[in-house]
Nanobody, 119 residues
């Protein structure tokens, strides 16, 4: 069984910063990637950033230059540093863990943490 526990969401003014954390526990093996998605009301879930164990980090175009993803492999934890936040960044942010390989993997999701950017 795999558990993902997120923290760090909240209310922030435009231009502000937040740091999200997600710690994975349980039967963790063969991590293919860890990352973050987000879902705003009435919109589809979208990729924010993902960091594979091998290969290049990928960011959504809308967050490039503002968000930074990082991992602490010893703690099975992924972080998302969000700077210069905009109202359109408002969404539920979900941690994603992919166990397996590039050919086949299983997705695991956190419960989500709300990020609200508003003055």
């Amino acid at each position: 069984q795999v558990q993902l526990v997120e923290s760090g969401g909240g209310l922030v003014q435009p231009g502000g910063s937040l740091r999200l954390s997600c710690a994975a526990s349980g039967s963790i093996f063969s991590i293919y990637a860890m990352g973050w998605y987000r879902q705003a009301p009435g919109k589809q879930r979208e990729l924010v950033a993902t960091m594979p164990s091998v290969g290049s980090t990928k960011y959504a175009d809308s967050v490039k230059g503002r968000f930074t993803i990082s991992r602490d492999n010893a703690k099975n934890t992924v972080y998302l540093q969000m700077n210069s936040l905009k109202p359109e960044d408002t969404a539920v942010y979900l941690c994603n863990l992919k166990l397996g390989s590039a050919l086949i993997w299983n997705d695991y999701w956190g419960q989500g943490t709300q990020v609200t950017v508003s003055s």
